[in-house]
C-alpha cells in the first residue's frame, strides 16, 4: 500500500445528518483546496483563508468564507460559485433542514445583520465584532418554518471614579440581548442563552435562559406561528 501525503487538512465537518462531509486541505505547493464528498470544490491561494465549512443537510452544497489576499473584505463560497456580496465579517452559516434556504449573519464596521436565502431581515448596530456561532446560533425549526437569532447590541459609556483622589475616567460596555423570532423582537437581557433545541419539536413555542441586568435568572417561552 502506497500512501502520498497531499497536504494537511482541516475543518473536518460532517451534515446535521452525518450522510456527507467536507474539509480543506492546505498545500504549500497547490495552495488551499476544498473538498465535499471526495471531491474538490474549491481551489485557493496558499495565501488566501477559508474557514466556517457547513455542510447541506441533503450532502448537496457546502457553504464556507474566503478571505482572499488582494481583497479588503470577505466572500462566501457555495460549492465553486462565489456570491457577490463582501463584508467584514460572515457567521453562524446555517441551512433550513430541507436545504433549501441557507441563513448567516453579515457585518460590516458596527452594523450586523441576517440574511435569509435572498433577503436581508433588517440591520442592527453593535459596538464590537459580533460571530453567531453554537453559542450564539441562528436557527430554523424543524419544519423550517419558523426562525429566529439573538441580537447583541454593545454601546459605551464612561465612568469617573477617584483613586488616591485623582479623578479617573474609564470606559465601560453595557450589552444589550434580546431574540428575534419571525422578525419579532423580545425583551431585552443581560444576556441570553438559545440551544440547538429551542425550537420544540412541533416548532410551535421557543423556550431559551436569559440573565437580567439585575443577575435574575429566566426560562423564556414564545409561542410562535409559522410565517
Known amino acids: 500500500m502506497v500512501y502520498e501525503i497531499w497536504g494537511t487538512g482541516h475543518l473536518f465537518k460532517w451534515n446535521s445528518n452525518e450522510n456527507a462531509f467536507a474539509y480543506k486541505v492546505e498545500s504549500d505547493k497547490s495552495g488551499i483546496t476544498v473538498v465535499m464528498n471526495g471531491k474538490e470544490v474549491g481551489n485557493f491561494s496558499v495565501y488566501d483563508s477559508v474557514s466556517d465549512l457547513v455542510v447541506s443537510p441533503d450532502g448537496g452544497a457546502v457553504v464556507y468564507s474566503v478571505h482572499k489576499q488582494n481583497e479588503r473584505g470577505l466572500n462566501v463560497f457555495v460549492n465553486e460559485v462565489k456570491s457577490p456580496l463582501?463584508?467584514?465579517?460572515?457567521?453562524?452559516?446555517?441551512?433550513?433542514?430541507?436545504?433549501?434556504?441557507?441563513?448567516?449573519?453579515?457585518?460590516?464596521?458596527?452594523?450586523?445583520?441576517i440574511r435569509k436565502g435572498n433577503e436581508e431581515l433588517g440591520r442592527y448596530q453593535t459596538q464590537t465584532r459580533v460571530d453567531y456561532s453554537d453559542k450564539f446560533p441562528i436557527l430554523f425549526s424543524k419544519d423550517w418554518k419558523n426562525f429566529a437569532y439573538p441580537i447583541v447590541r454593545v454601546s459605551t459609556t464612561t465612568k469617573q471614579t477617584l483613586i488616591g483622589g485623582i479623578a479617573t475616567t474609564s470606559v465601560v460596555a453595557l450589552q444589550?440581548?434580546?431574540?428575534?423570532?419571525?422578525?419579532?423582537?423580545?425583551?431585552?437581557?443581560?444576556?441570553?442563552?438559545?440551544?440547538?433545541?429551542?425550537?420544540?419539536?412541533?416548532?410551535?413555542?421557543?423556550?431559551?435562559?436569559?440573565?437580567?441586568?439585575?443577575?435574575?435568572?429566566?426560562?423564556?417561552?414564545?409561542?410562535?406561528?409559522?410565517?
Open 176 to 227: 444589550d440581548f434580546t431574540v428575534s423570532i419571525n422578525g419579532q423582537e423580545g425583551d431585552t437581557y443581560g444576556v441570553v442563552y438559545l440551544t440547538k433545541n429551542s425550537f420544540s419539536e412541533d416548532g410551535k413555542t421557543f423556550t431559551y435562559l436569559a440573565i437580567s441586568h439585575k443577575n435574575e435568572i429566566f426560562r423564556v417561552t414564545n409561542h410562535v406561528g409559522s410565517q
Open 86 to 113: 463582501q463584508y467584514d465579517n460572515f457567521s453562524g452559516f446555517v441551512y433550513s433542514p430541507d436545504s433549501k434556504t441557507l441563513a448567516y449573519a453579515i457585518q460590516q464596521g458596527g452594523t450586523v445583520g
